[in-house]
Nanobody
Framework: QVQLVESGGGLVQAGGSLRLSCAASRSFFSINAMGWYRQAPGKQRELVAAITSYGRTNFADSVKGRFTVSRDNAKNTVDLQMNSLKPEDTAAYYC??????????????WGQGTQVTVSS
């Protein structure tokens, strides 16, 4: 079973930046989409940013202009660059990959989550 390993979370001051990285423990035969979701206490998990196999990106309205997402399909990695962070960005961030793995077919894979806390 593939594992998604996240890194880069932490505590930052408002206005600061963080870069989250996610790496899959094994290669995918093909990838439909890669991205990041987040969940704050008492809230539902929401899409933050995603990038499809065609290179198209989607962002939550609340992060447009501040966050960027990038991927390297060959390395099975996806990064989230977060700038101008706000306290409202505080949440657990989860990496997600939708794709095919040899012998396992199409799957929806998640990281364990990395905490981002933005102080005022």
């Amino acid at each position: 079973q593939v594992q998604l390993v996240e890194s880069g979370g932490g505590l930052v001051q408002a206005g600061g930046s963080l870069r989250l990285s996610c790496a899959a423990s094994r290669s995918f035969f093909s990838i439909n989409a890669m991205g990041w979701y987040r969940q704050a206490p008492g809230k539902q998990r929401e899409l933050v940013a995603a990038i499809t196999s065609y290179g198209r990106t989607n962002f939550a309205d609340s992060v447009k202009g501040r966050f960027t997402v990038s991927r390297d399909n060959a390395k099975n990695t996806v990064d989230l660059q977060m700038n101008s962070l706000k306290p409202e960005d505080t949440a657990a961030y989860y990496c997600n990959i939708k794709g095919y793995i040899r012998g396992e077919g199409l799957g929806d894979y998640w990281g364990q989550g990395t905490q981002v806390t933005v102080s005022s």
